[in-house]
C-alpha cells in the first residue's frame, strides 16, 4: 500500500516557475514507477511525466519535454517535478501516481494516487 501527498501547487505569472512535490509511504518506495499527470477543467486527465523505481529512467509529454524535469529521491520517499517557463496551458490540478513496475503513460494502469494539487499559470 502507498500513500501519495502532493504539495506545491500555487498561482504563478506566465514564465515562472513552481516545483512540486509528492511525499509517499511505504517502504518499498524505490519498487514504484511514478507518474505525474494533469487534469484541466472539462478536460481528460493527462500524462506529464514519469520516472523509474531507480530514477534513472524518465519520459515526458511532448507539451512538457524541455520545461519541466521530473526527479526523486528514494532517501526521502518524494518525488519532484520542477515546472519552468509555464504556459497559461499548464493550469490544471497536478497528480502524482504509483505503479509496482515500469512507468507508463497510460493513467489506467497505476494503482495509488494522490489527492491533487492546483496549479494557475496567468496571462
Known amino acids: 500500500q502507498v500513500q501519495l501527498v502532493e504539495s506545491g501547487g500555487g498561482l504563478v505569472q506566465v514564465g515562472g516557475s513552481l516545483r512540486l512535490s509528492c511525499a509517499a509511504s511505504?517502504?518499498?518506495?524505490?519498487?514504484?514507477?511514478l507518474g505525474w499527470f494533469r487534469q484541466a477543467p472539462g478536460k481528460e486527465r493527462e500524462f506529464v511525466a514519469a520516472?523509474?523505481?531507480?530514477?534513472?529512467?524518465?519520459y515526458y509529454a511532448d507539451s512538457v519535454k524541455g520545461r519541466f524535469t521530473i526527479s526523486r529521491d528514494n532517501a526521502k520517499n518524494t518525488m519532484y517535478l520542477q515546472m519552468n517557463s509555464l504556459k497559461p496551458e499548464d493550469t490544471a490540478a497536478y497528480y502524482c501516481?504509483?505503479?509496482?513496475?515500469?512507468?507508463?503513460?497510460?493513467?489506467?494502469?497505476?494503482?495509488?494516487w494522490g489527492q491533487g494539487t492546483q496549479v494557475s499559470v496567468s496571462s
Open positions: 501516481a504509483a505503479k509496482w513496475g515500469g512507468y507508463d503513460v497510460r493513467a489506467s494502469v497505476y494503482n495509488y
Open positions: 511505504g517502504r518499498t518506495f524505490s519498487s514504484y514507477a
Open positions: 520516472i523509474s523505481g531507480s530514477g534513472s529512467g524518465t
